[in-house]
Structures are given as structure tokens and as C-alpha cells.
């Protein structure tokens, strides 16, 4: 399985920024997909996931701001953020659950300036 993130760059603290996550298998094989993110000197934490049937969850310093969307057909997984903030300046990562299977991909870095 390979995850292929995108998406991150520089703005300043209130702008948005989209994130996209190609995977290169059906959508529909995974049981869960979402994203994750990891501050430098922070351990990687939890943003957003989607599960099968398209219920989302997400952190609370998230919820409000970012959105989790997928396209099937696209075999692709999204996330709109706004109102960005200083604190989210992180790496981006993309994850997809099959059963007990953990997969990543490579990461895309977020960096919003005050």
C-alpha cells in the first residue's frame, strides 16, 4: 500500500490549506483512513480519520477549523484546514488501517507563520 501526501506549504496564522492523500488501493479496502501530524520535539498525534461507512472524528483542537473528506472514485482522502494556527505547524502524515495492517505515507510539512 503506498500513500502519496500533498499539499503543505508556508501561510500565514488564519489562511487555509488543503491536503490531499492518494492511495493506490481502493478506499473501500481500508477500515479506517485519516491523518495524523507530529510537531518538532512532540510525538505524532491524532487530526482527523474517516472510517468505512464516512462518520469522522477529530481532535478537539481541530474540530471546527479542519475537515475530513474523501473521494472514492479518486481513491483519495482530504483535509481542509482553516483558521490556521501557529500550532499546527507540524508534518502531515496520511494513515490508512486494514485490520491489525498500519500503513503511512511520507509526510508533508505544514507551516503557518504568525
Known amino acids: 500500500v503506498q500513500l502519496q501526501a500533498s499539499g503543505g506549504g508556508l501561510v500565514q496564522a488564519g489562511g487555509s490549506l488543503r491536503l490531499s492523500c492518494d492511495a493506490s488501493?481502493?478506499?473501500?479496502?481500508?477500515?479506517?483512513m485519516g491523518w495524523y501530524r507530529q510537531a518538532p520535539g512532540k510525538q505524532r498525534e491524532l487530526v482527523a480519520t474517516i472510517i468505512a461507512n464516512g462518520l469522522t472524528n477529530y481532535a478537539d483542537s481541530t474540530k471546527g477549523r479542519f475537515t475530513i473528506s474523501r473521494d472514492i472514485r479518486k481513491k483519495s482522502v482530504y483535509l481542509q484546514m482553516n483558521s490556521l494556527k501557529s500550532e499546527d505547524t507540524a508534518v502531515y502524515y496520511c494513515?490508512?488501517?486494514?485490520?491489525?495492517?498500519?500503513?503511512w505515507g511520507q509526510g508533508t510539512l505544514v507551516t503557518v507563520s504568525s
Open positions: 488501493e481502493s478506499l473501500s479496502s481500508f477500515n479506517v
Open positions: 494513515n490508512a488501517r486494514r485490520g491489525a495492517a498500519n500503513f
